[in-house]
């Protein structure tokens, strides 16, 4: 295809950058004001150590932010909460903004070849729904090794109180000899705690930044010890073997229903890979029919009936346990 006119690329540039300034406007505008208030609860704690005895108590009683501050983002979600969940410490404007560097770039540089149009949306595709599968994926691979070693951490938390050590010793012990993830997040909950935060507060907070079925019942569960009273350490060893045995059924489950993920997935790609096979071995086959005005609304149906039958498919393959 040959290249883009000046006066083409000019207005792809100007579309792109008012869509970047657009962008920025709605991140500043979501979050920008509350930049002054901090980033959270575990950075205020951190500073009670120097700041004046009147400033220790304002912090203390002043309201946590909460994980998710509802604000979510067509197709993309609560980005400050996905940013916390992935362990990147980055504001969600200047993500946001970032995005739409990394869009416009794109675009740009795809404008040469393709209309305007389509190259803004590869620029959006590419730069903005990029990066928020990125650290998607990144927080599901953390919150499965979590979830692995969390029944160990809380047979260590159990045995430490069986014998006589306080909890917040028994947090110390598993930050300190278990490895990361669960490592690093339990010595972020043992300074919470230090800090003179509660220890319900605090598995609170740590639930929210997992977003883990298991951590929300450890935390939960622990509420209502702490209201109502009884033997902690028998209801963190009872909850590890609850999450023990769900690991196991969930394993289980993966491997009875592994013939019908792989059977969904040949008869997802099927079509794809018959098409792009028929276009090298005959490249006639579709060429001499596209001219036709039926070829577009067939192939638009058969094209949305794939992607619905891939659809069903992986509902019907996919358990949640």
Not at 78 to 104: H, I, W, Y
Not at 273 to 297: C, E, Q, R, W
């Amino acid at each position: 295809m040959s290249g883009a006119s000046p006066v083409v690329l000019l207005i792809g540039l100007l579309l792109g950058l008012g869509w970047l300034c657009l962008i920025g406007g709605v991140a500043w505008v979501l979050w920008g004001p509350e930049r002054a208030r901090g980033a959270g609860a575990l950075q205020r704690m951190r500073a009670l150590s120097t700041a004046p005895q009147d400033a220790v108590t304002e912090a203390l009683f002043r309201p946590v932010r909460p994980a998710s501050e509802g604000r979510s983002l067509p197709f993309i979600g609560d980005v400050g909460l996905l940013l916390k969940q992935a362990e990147l410490q980055m504001t969600p404007a200047r993500f946001l903004t970032a995005c739409g560097a990394a869009a416009l770039a794109i675009a740009l540089c795809a404008i040469a070849f393709v209309p305007p149009l389509v190259a803004l949306a590869l620029g959006a595709v590419l730069g903005v729904f990029g990066p928020v599968t990125y650290l998607r994926q990144k927080h599901t691979r953390r919150v499965e090794a979590f979830t692995m070693q969390l029944p160990d951490a809380l047979e260590l938390m159990m045995r430490g109180l069986r014998v006589g050590h306080p909890v917040s010793v028994t947090i110390s012990n598993v930050a300190r000899t278990m490895p990361d993830p669960i490592g690093a997040e339990f010595r972020k909950l043992g300074e919470q705690i230090n800090h003179g935060e509660y220890l319900t507060e605090a598995f609170k907070d740590l639930a929210d930044r997992m977003g883990q079925e298991d951590m929300d019942y450890l935390s939960v569960s622990l509420s209502i010890q702490h209201g109502t009273g009884g033997n902690l350490a028998e209801m963190l060893g009872t909850l590890s073997k609850v999450i023990r045995d769900r690991i196991m059924m969930r394993r289980r489950v993966k491997a009875i229903s592994a013939e019908g993920r792989i059977s969904a997935l040949l008869l997802s790609s099927l079509p794809v890979v018959i098409y792009i096979a028929t276009s090298l071995s005959a490249p006639n086959y579709y060429g001499d029919v596209m001219d036709n005005p039926y070829f577009m609304p067939i192939a638009g149906v058969i094209i949305a009936l794939v992607v619905a039958n891939a659809l069903a498919l992986r509902k019907l393959v996919n358990f949640e346990i």
